[in-house]
DNA sequence: AAAGAAAGTGACAGATATGTTACCTTAATC
DNA sequence: GATTAAGGTAACATATCTGTCACTTTCTTT
C-alpha cells in the first residue's frame, strides 16, 4: 500500500451497475463512470484496460452473489415451495435480471483478460442453469409439472414475466400472486 | 423531380430496422446507415436532420403496419379464436416487438419534428392498447379469462412470453403450442 | 442548349470516447 | 527525512459521430 484509494471495488461496481440500467451496456462509458465517482477518467485505466474488462468481472461478481441466493433453493424439499421461493427470488432480483441480459452484450473478441471472464460467466451461466435443470425435473418427477412442456419453457415463463411492466401500480404481493397462479394454473377459468 | 434517388424510404427503413436490431438505439449511426446503404453520410440529412427524426418516423410506419395486421382480430367473434390469432400474430411480428421495445428508448426531447413524431406513436400505442383491452374485456365478460387476473397482466403474458428464447431450437409449432397452453391452463398437472 | 431544381458528395468544425503517458500526491518503510 | 511505490491527474493523440455547407451531378423543363 502506498496511498488510500478514492473509491473501492464496491463504489465501482454500484456506479456501474446504476449506469448500465441507465444506459445500456453501448451508452455506458468510463466517462460517465469517473464523473459519478468524482475522480479522473486515468484513474480507471490502472485497474482495467477497457470498459469490456470491468464489466466482465462485474458481472462474474453480481452472478455469483445470485448464485449463492439461488443455492437455498435446496433448502426446500417439496418443489411447491422451490417455486415459490424461485419466482420470489426473482422478483427481488428484478434489476439482476435486467443485468444479465446486458451481460450478454459484452463481446468476448477484445483482450485476453475479457475472453477469460466471458467463459467464467459462461461457466457460472451453466451452472445455474444446472441448478435449475434439475428443479424442473423434481417438477416433472413429483408428478407437479406437465411433463410435455419443454423445460426451457417452464424456466422460460418465470424468467420472462418478471419483466411485464406493472404500469397501473398493482401491489406487489397481488401482482406476484397473479403470476403465479398464471403460471401454475393459467388464465382461463377451467 | 430532378434526379433519381439512390436509395428509397423503403431501403432506408429496411436497413435502419437491420441496424437497430443488431446494434439498439444507441448503437445505431447515420454512418453505419450511409455505410450500409452505399451513398454518403450527407445525402441522410437531405431528410433527417438526426437519428431521431428518422427513427420515429420509421417506428410510426412499423406500428401502422402492425395495428392493420392487429385489427384483424375483429374477423373473430370467438374469445378463443380471438386469442389463437393474437399468439399467433405476436409469434410472426416477433421482430416489431423487438423494435417496439427500442423505440421508447427514443427521447421526445429534441427537435420539434421529433416531439410530434412521439406523440403520433404514443397515439398508435393508445389504439393499440384500447383494441387489446376489448379484446381482454370481452374474454372476461365471457367468462373466459379469469376476472381476478389484472388486465395488463394478461396482456404482458402475451407479450412477454414470445421473447422466450427457444436456444434447444424446438419446432416452432410445438413450442408455440407449449405457450398457449400454458397461458391458458397452466404448466401444473391440475 | 440553357436554366432550374433536387440528389448526392466531400470536407470542415465541434463534440465526445478511447488509450497512453509524463508528472504529481500520498503514505508506508527504511 | 529520504526512498519507494501505488494512487491519481491532466494533457495528448486518435478515432468516431454529428451537423453543416459549398460544390458537383443528374435530370426535367423551357
Redo the contacts with the bound molecule.
Sequence with gaps: ???????SREDLYRVSKQLLLKHGYEGF????LAKDLN?????I??YY???DELLSEYMIYEMEIFLNKLDKINNYNSFNKQFDFLVDLMFQDQEMHQLRKIGFEIPHTTSETVKINSDTLSQLHLTMYKNLQSFVSQGKKEEIIKTHIPDELVLGFIFQTIDIPNHTHIPQEKWIASIKEIIRNGMFVQ
Tied chains: 1, 2.
Excluded at 500500500?1 to 473509491?7: D, I, Q
Excluded at 462509458?29 to 460517465?32: A, G, M
Excluded at 475522480?39 to 484513474?43: Q, T
Design positions: 500500500m502506498a496511498r488510500e484509494r478514492k473509491f462509458t468510463f466517462s460517465l475522480i479522473s477518467r486515468g484513474a485505466y490502472k484496460e477497457n470498459k
